[in-house]
């Protein structure tokens, strides 16, 4: 018998809201999050008992990421100031940016990977079903993008998170 929809929100909301931040950024992850479960409240009834949850939720997840982006492209950001470019204080923030700006700039499918792989501990074969490709293809998006992070972003990346 499944589980009953709230076991499978506390389960597993925590790792959808880290994966919905890597995809999207800190802003977006929240509105993301919340229209995944809305989805998936819906469509959980007809869940075969034998699916794995957690990819299941995490394509949905990447499905409404993928809707965010598309939204954002079209609406203007309105903001009260701009933003005063980091002029070397505060090396964290610098940083950051950095690192945060590195990412962005990945193909969508690296970005997607590793945040599937590292940030959702999914396996090649789940991310290979996401994106829509083979394990292969899922495990090369993931070192390649990998590959850029150090290349782009020296340090960003230690030795401990290598595929």
Not at 95 to 104: A, D, M, P, Q, Y
Request: proline share 6%.
């Amino acid at each position: 018998m499944k589980q009953p929809f709230e076991s499978v929100v506390a389960q597993h909301g925590a790792t959808v809201l880290r994966v919905c931040r890597v995809v999207l950024g800190p802003h977006d992850a929240d509105d993301a999050w919340s229209e995944t479960f809305l989805a998936a409240m819906r469509a959980y009834p007809d869940l075969p008992e034998t699916a794995n949850v957690e990819a299941w939720l995490v394509t949905i997840a990447h499905r409404k990421a993928i809707d965010v982006v598309r939204a954002a492209k079209r609406n203007p950001l309105p903001v009260d100031e701009l933003p005063e470019t980091p002029a070397g204080q505060g090396a964290t923030d610098v940083e950051t940016v950095g690192l945060w700006s590195v990412v962005k700039e990945l193909p969508s499918k690296q970005r997607q990977a590793i945040a599937y792989r590292y940030v959702a501990g999914l396996a090649y074969a789940e991310i290979a079903e996401i994106l829509g490709g083979t394990v292969e293809a899922a495990r090369r998006a993931a070192a390649d993008g990998l590959k850029n992070l150090r290349k782009h972003y020296p340090g960003a990346i230690t030795k401990g998170a290598s595929s």
